[in-house]
């Protein structure tokens, strides 16, 4: 550690984001000492308050932010609408299956209420084409190449969100059958397999019986049909 550098705190947890940790730091490791944090028991006041950072970065977090943390220290997270539209959980699944396939990366101050923070700054995020995993990867450069070197480069004051506010709730598992939609289409059929397509997401899949299930994934469009892949798994 540089003792005369400020210090950056990012934490995440999804193999994409730590690869672009790792970039990032290498381009401004002259100017920032870096910290990744990727487990839950690492993110406490006592370990911060040693670090001092300028800044501690949420590029994908699956735990609560503890509020002596942001109260003290300049906390950013990073979601997937352009807010205040689309508050609240599963936000990539929640807007294609209400047909947006243009959205914002929001960098957003940490507040008490969720995704309810000051906005630092948006980038643009197309979401058309691709699986849930490709989007993420798309909005990890994004956010690493874009969205952090500009708080890194210049002092950005947020602004208070403004618009009308839309909630979405976090999906369930039982959300990802693919009978419990309707309007059926091969687009639709296309959107619902791609975007739960990722790691550790329930793919999108249809029960046989009681017994077995088929799960299906890497899913293409062809001339009038679509073109993937799939497993069948029996139900424990």
């Known amino acids: 550690m540089k003792n005369n550098l400020e210090n950056i705190i990012i934490a995440t947890i999804k193999e994409w984001n730590i690869e672009n940790y790792f970039k990032l730091k290498t381009i401004y490791e002259k100017d920032f000492n870096f910290y990744l944090f990727s487990n839950c028991e690492e993110l406490n006041y006592e370990n911060i308050k040693k670090i001092k950072p300028k800044y501690i970065f949420f590029p994908h977090w699956s735990w609560i932010i503890p509020e002596d943390i942001y109260n003290n220290f300049e906390c950013v997270v990073f979601h997937m609408t352009d807010l205040p539209y689309g508050r609240g959980g599963s936000p990539l699944q929640n807007l294609i299956v209400n047909g947006i396939y243009k959205t914002k990366i929001s960098a957003i101050k940490v507040d008490k209420e969720l995704d309810s923070g000051d906005i630092y700054l948006k980038e643009d995020l197309d979401i058309s084409e691709g699986s849930a995993e490709e989007i993420f990867i798309k909005a990890s450069r994004i956010t690493f190449e874009k969205l952090i070197p500009k708080f890194l480069k210049e002092k950005l004051i947020p602004y208070k969100q403004n618009g009308t506010i839309t909630t979405f709730k ?67």
């Open 170 to 236: 976090r999906r369930n598992p039982l959300q990802s059958n693919l009978k419990t939609f309707d309007n059926i289409s091969l687009n639709r059929i296309y959107d619902f397999i791609r975007m739960l397509d990722v790691k550790d997401y329930p793919k999108a899949f249809i029960l046989l019986n009681d017994k077995y299930k088929i799960e299906f994934f890497s899913v293409k469009k062809g001339n009038n049909k679509l073109i993937g892949k799939f497993e069948v798994i029996e139900n424990g």
